[in-house]
């Protein structure tokens, strides 16, 4: 008979998946010990969480951590010893430990919260001996909408890179507002504008900046910074080429709205190029009939089937970013064949960035149709 987790445990991180997103999986074939993957600060955390069935005065099995995984040097965390206010948190939410699916939950969030406020000690502890990072820490912190959401890392030197300080913040200024007669085309079932998914694609943007620590830890170099944009959102307009940060002068709080002022500026250009996108596919559904597959978040592919000859074709049109400069690519595939015949592509045919998208699409289907005529006679 096959052994499985118990089903209290199972049923609390399936809670947590569904409420925070982690990730976790059973370590080898112990079925009481658990990897649990937390993301922070645009990094994933490893936590090791076991069970325990033996403790004294619980109807459920209790959790303990293991925070030490991948060398991340968290050994000096233990919110169980510690006095702030989030560490009583934690051993609050222990102390009402029960059998509730939503427990585990409660208890990683507290646990998450203590994290992040040990994670900011360390920082705020080597920013008092660094005059650059106790600036950059203190006016980013004193920031409106961004300092209460700001998480911080110190990633400590290993044998090949050096000690970093990660500061993470959401990007505010930004305005998708462009987006708006796309996303109530295409996102939208009734034509109404989907404010809540604008809402939310805006709420999503953030920026990751790694300072590098001097030698002596006095010191910061300049840093690598990241635009963290959902993955619908980078599809539709793509990932905007990043100001550059000047070392002299640069600062977040300076930098920040430079980045927002950047991003609204590439979805005022891409807003209107994703509705000629959209409005081509249309216009190639109306020659080729309604596509099997399309990409339905950015309008950038579409799969069509076609018959010629009692033979069935996979023609499949991708739309680069660059659209309208730069020509669909078109691969045709014949399919029924035991073996399918691989898919040919082409992107050499007849184009003119200035035509309409319904003159586009009638170019684009004759040329589609001379090329599968031409396939028939090969299959």
Same mark, same amino acid.
């Given at each position: 008979?096959? $052994? !499985? @987790?118990? %089903?209290?445990?199972?049923? =609390? /991180? #399936?809670?947590?998946?569904?409420?925070?997103?982690?990730?976790?999986?059973?370590?080898?074939?112990?079925?009481?010990?658990?990897?649990?993957?937390?993301?922070?600060?645009?990094?994933?955390?490893?936590?090791?969480?076991?069970?325990?069935?033996?403790?004294?005065?619980?109807?459920?099995?209790?959790?303990?951590?293991?925070?030490?995984?991948?060398?991340?040097?968290?050994?000096?965390?233990?919110?169980?010893?510690?006095?702030?206010?989030?560490?009583?948190?934690?051993?609050?939410?222990?102390?009402?430990?029960?059998?509730?699916?939503?427990?585990?939950?409660?208890?990683?969030?507290?646990?998450?919260?203590?994290?992040?406020?040990?994670?900011?000690?360390?920082?705020?502890?080597?920013?008092?001996?660094?005059?650059?990072?106790?600036?950059?820490?203190?006016? $980013? !912190? @004193?920031? %409106?909408?961004?300092?209460? =959401? /700001? #998480?911080?890392?110190?990633?400590?030197?290993?044998?090949?890179?050096?000690?970093?300080?990660?500061?993470?913040?959401?990007?505010?200024?930004?305005?998708?507002?462009?987006?708006?007669?796309?996303?109530?085309?295409?996102?939208?079932?009734?034509?109404?504008?989907?404010?809540?998914?604008?809402?939310?694609?805006?709420?999503?943007?953030?920026?990751?900046?790694?300072?590098?620590?001097?030698?002596?830890?006095?010191?910061?170099?300049?840093?690598?910074?990241?635009?963290?944009?959902?993955?619908?959102?980078?599809?539709?307009?793509?990932?905007?080429?990043?100001?550059?940060?000047?070392?002299?002068?640069?600062?977040?709080?300076?930098?920040?709205?430079?980045?927002?002022?950047?991003?609204?500026?590439?979805?005022?250009?891409?807003?209107?190029?994703?509705?000629?996108?959209? @409005?081509?596919?249309?216009?190639?559904?109306?020659?080729?009939?309604?596509?099997?597959?399309?990409?339905?978040?950015?309008?950038?592919?579409?799969?069509?089937?076609?018959?010629?000859?009692?033979?069935?074709?996979?023609?499949?049109?991708?739309?680069?970013?660059?659209?309208?400069?730069?020509?669909?690519?078109?691969?045709?595939?014949?399919?029924?064949?035991?073996?399918?015949?691989?898919?040919?592509?082409?992107?050499?045919?007849?184009?003119?960035?200035?035509?309409?998208?319904?003159?586009?699409?009638?170019?684009?289907?004759?040329?589609?149709?001379?090329?599968?005529?031409?396939?028939?006679?090969?299959?």
């Amino acid at each position: 008979m096959a $052994i !499985s @987790a118990d %089903p209290i445990i199972v049923k =609390q /991180l #399936q809670h947590v998946a569904k409420q925070r997103g982690f990730s976790w999986s059973t370590i080898g074939h112990c079925l009481w010990t658990f990897d649990l993957k937390v993301p922070y600060a645009c990094e994933t955390l490893h936590w090791i969480l076991l069970f325990r069935a033996d403790w004294p005065g619980y109807d459920a099995p209790v959790p303990d951590f293991i925070f030490t995984v991948d060398n991340q040097n968290d050994d000096d965390f233990n919110p169980l010893l510690g006095t702030s206010a989030a560490d009583r948190q934690v051993q609050q939410a222990l102390h009402r430990w029960n059998k509730s699916e939503t427990r585990l939950t409660s208890l990683l969030n507290c646990v998450l919260a203590s994290y992040a406020e040990w994670q900011r000690w360390q920082v705020d502890r080597l920013a008092a001996r660094n005059t650059r990072l106790q600036f950059e820490l203190s006016t $980013i !912190s @004193a920031s %409106p909408g961004v300092g209460n =959401q /700001l #998480q911080t890392m110190l990633q400590p030197a290993t044998a090949d890179t050096v000690a970093k300080v990660v500061f993470v913040a959401p990007l505010q200024g930004v305005s998708l507002r462009a987006l708006q007669p796309f996303l109530a085309h295409v996102w939208s079932q009734d034509g109404s504008f989907p404010e809540a998914a604008l809402s939310r694609l805006q709420q999503s943007l953030a920026v990751k900046v790694t300072f590098p620590l001097s030698s002596d830890n006095s010191g910061l170099g300049g840093p690598a910074i990241q635009l963290i944009m959902p993955l619908e959102l980078e599809g539709l307009i793509g990932h905007p080429t990043l100001p550059q940060w000047a070392s002299s002068s640069s600062c977040m709080v300076e930098y920040f709205p430079q980045l927002a002022t950047t991003l609204t500026e590439q979805a005022a250009r891409m807003g209107p190029v994703a509705l000629q996108r959209h @409005a081509l596919l249309q216009a190639l559904g109306e020659s080729l009939g309604w596509p099997g597959e399309s990409d339905t978040v950015a309008a950038r592919s579409a799969t069509f089937q076609l018959s010629y000859d009692a033979v069935a074709y996979a023609v499949t049109v991708e739309i680069p970013l660059t659209f309208p400069q730069q020509q669909p690519s078109i691969a045709l595939q014949a399919q029924g064949r035991a073996q399918p015949a691989p898919a040919t592509s082409h992107s050499d045919y007849p184009w003119s960035p200035r035509w309409e998208p319904k003159e586009m699409a009638r170019r684009m289907a004759a040329f589609i149709q001379q090329q599968v005529t031409a396939l028939s006679r090969t299959v």
